[in-house]
């Protein structure tokens, strides 16, 4: 019971698409999670998801775009996995900050990066489907399962945490 | 209205390929395979208080191997064919009422030490905690000690009539 169909040696779907499809998803999960081994776990979950669909009543058409979008949602799952072990933890930082205006310096893209990772899970999140995905507002509310005003402070939040982090990096530098 | 600079952020995705053992791994769950069973040996959990204590105390006192710490709350030790997986508890972990998994019990794994009175010894002169000391059952003479978390551990010396399975032959 895998992606072969059963009795006939025949490869589903799933097994052509599984080459093409493995470095598109990882290549998607690896930068977003800045680690391996989460990046690995990630992407087996993605494809074990790939596998109970295909076997439900109305398979959607499993293709490279279906397959990432499904691993953006294993990772925001991680997100919110991570975030709620920090509340259990006690470690939780009050996101509260004023509205910026846009940064006038020159972002260091890698830098930024850096700052992000540096950030509450769900900011991340938030910054990482919004900006590096390029998703626009309301479907970064949809994957993060809130509702659009409370996303779009999420946001804003985000960017003000993620500025202060990338500035105490910049100055740590200097 | 000037463009937002996180716009620059937008990341692509570029195709990367994982490790090979990943892809063939992963390959061989998809297609509902088991892992090759022969040549491996048990995998056992315990839950710890501390991760670099217990790291520590297995390895130095016990003589396992470190194998891999992605994290501050997993490693991964070898010990033989003995994988011990160590986890601080934490949310993955929780039952449904928010319950957590703690350090302790009765249960524990069993390791044979070739001397066991020179074994008991040396860790007691390194502060080792004993539940209790030598004492002689069928086949065996053994000794119950604790991890630096409370975890049981049981250390063995086989005596005469001490059983265990041959060891198989075949393809590993």
Known sequence: MGIEQE?????????????RALPQVYGYLLPRCGSAVLAEDLTAETFMAAVAAARRDCPPELTVAWLVGVAR????DHWRRTDLERRRLGG??????????????????????????????????????????????????????????????LLVRARAALRRVYEEGEGRDA | MTPDPLEALR??????????????????????????????????????????????FYCDDLGFDEELRPSPSFAMLYHGDL????????????????????????????????DLGA??????????????????????RQ???????????????????YHERAPRTGNE
């Open chain 1, 73 to 76: 949602h294993k990772l925001v």
């Open chain 1, 92 to 153: 939780i930082v009050s996101g509260a900050e004023p509205a910026d205006d846009p940064w006038e310096a020159q972002l260091d893209i890698a830098a930024a990066h850096a700052a992000l990772s540096r950030l509450s899970a769900y900011q991340r999140a938030a910054l990482t489907l919004r900006y590096l995905d390029g998703l626009p507002v309301a479907e970064v509310a949809q994957e993060l399962g809130r509702s659009l005003h409370a996303t779009e402070t």
């Open chain 2, 83 to 114: 994988r011990l997986l160590l986890s601080v508890p934490a949310a993955a972990h929780a039952l449904p009422d928010g319950t957590l998994p703690d350090p302790g019990g009765w249960n524990r794994i069993v390791v044979e030490v070739p």
């Open chain 2, 11 to 56: 990341l692509p995705i570029m195709p990367v390929e994982p490790r090979p053992e990943f892809t063939a791994s992963l390959l061989r769950r998809l297609r509902g395979e088991r892992a090759p069973v022969s040549g491996r040996g048990a995998t056992v959990r315990y839950f710890v208080s501390d991760l670099d204590a217990a790291v520590a």
């Open chain 2, 119 to 140: 074994a008991v010894e040396a860790l007691s002169a390194r502060g080792v905690r004993f539940r209790h000391e030598i004492v002689t059952a069928v086949g065996v």
């Open chain 2, 143 to 161: 000794a119950l000690l604790e991890d630096p978390s409370g975890n049981p551990v049981e250390l063995f010396e086989p005596l005469a009539g």
């Open chain 1, 7 to 19: 009795g006939t040696g025949a490869e589903t779907p799933l097994a052509a698409l599984y080459h």
